[in-house]
Each structure stands twice: as C-alpha cells, then as structure tokens.
C-alpha cells in the first residue's frame, strides 16, 4: 500500500504551535494549493489542505514559517474522529507531515528580508548561507555576505559565472551521477 502526498502552498495563517501533556510539540496549519486548472471564468481556484506536524520540526515550522510563506509537505493522507462538546462524530482528514521544506527566504511572502541560512529543517536570518548541518548551525557550505551558493569574491549572487565565456565545460563522464 503507498499514502504519499506531496504538497507546495502557502500558509493561509500562522501556524498554531501547541503541547501534548507529554511536552512533545505539535504544530498545525492550512496550505493553500493551487489547482492546476482554471475554471469557466478563467480564475485559479486553490485547496485548502489542513496539515499538521511533529515534534522538533514542529518548533521549526512555528517560529520560521507565517501567514503566506510558501513551504513544500511530504507526508501522508490520515482520517481520524472524535466526539465533539454536543456528542457528535466529527471526522477529520489532514497530512500528517513527515517534513516541511521552507521554499522560500525569511521574510519574502510580507516582502523584503536579508540573507538567510538553512539547516536541517528550518533558517534563520543571518549574514551568509549556510547549506547543511542542524539549524543552520555546525559544518555546511558557507558564503560570504551578500553572495549566493558558488560565487567567488566579487561576484554579486544574480551574475551568471558561466556568461560570455564560450567555451565548453569539461566534466569527467566519472562526477556524472548517471
């Protein structure tokens, strides 16, 4: 049996980060995921897919992500129910997020924002980018201020390294991946 979703949206609020009795955290949210079509008027019509999210990740997701910030899910579809204060069946289908990737830099969706750096699940503002390692922190590729992944001194992080050279690549057949 496979229940795999995979999901790209934004957040139609603040994600609601909240404890078990146990102190384990629990965070959930709405994503707002464009259909692929539009309809007879010619509008975009959007789901609005509630998820939820575990543990650490969970911290992660509340303290980075906001009304309108466009985040990737990969999880899994789960229904459950319970009895409401009236005695009646509610029925609930969410994502239970295995992870939630932050597509894009702080502070973009509410516009404006300085350099980022990503870690394992989550980014925090700061002077460079730093691409692995926990939280941002510990080992990585860094960059320093203002340059993008694999751009050496004085290049600002829109130039093209590969522009108006004209010349071939030369790439071993051995570093291609397949």
């Known amino acids: 049996m496979i229940n795999r979703i995979v999901l790209v949206g934004r957040l139609t609020k603040d994600p609601e980060l909240r404890y078990t009795a146990n102190g384990i955290a629990v965070a959930t ?7 692929p ?19 650490k990740p969970a911290e992660n997701v509340a303290n980075f992500l906001k009304k309108g910030s466009l985040a990737g899910v990969d999880g899994r579809l789960q229904t459950r129910s319970y009895d409401n204060n009236e005695g009646r069946r509610v029925y609930v289908t ?12 702080r502070g973009t969706a509410s516009g404006g924002g300085q350099a980022q750096q990503y870690g394992g699940g989550g980014y925090d503002q ?14 990585g590729y860094q960059n320093p201020p203002n340059q993008g992944p694999g751009f050496g001194q004085g290049q600002q992080a ?7 050279d004209g010349k071939p690549i030369d790439i071993n057949d051995d570093d291609l991946p397949f």
């Open 158 to 164: 829109n130039d093209d390294p590969f522009a108006n």
């Open 29 to 35: 949210f709405t994503l707002a995921v464009n259909r």
């Open 94 to 105: 969410e994502v239970v997020a295995d992870s939630v990737q932050f597509l894009e830099p």
């Open 126 to 139: 700061g002077q460079g980018s730093s691409y692995g390692g926990q939280g941002g922190q510990g080992g």
């Open 37 to 55: 079509f539009s309809n007879q008027q010619g509008n975009r019509e959007a789901d609005f897919i509630n998820c939820v999210i575990w543990r």
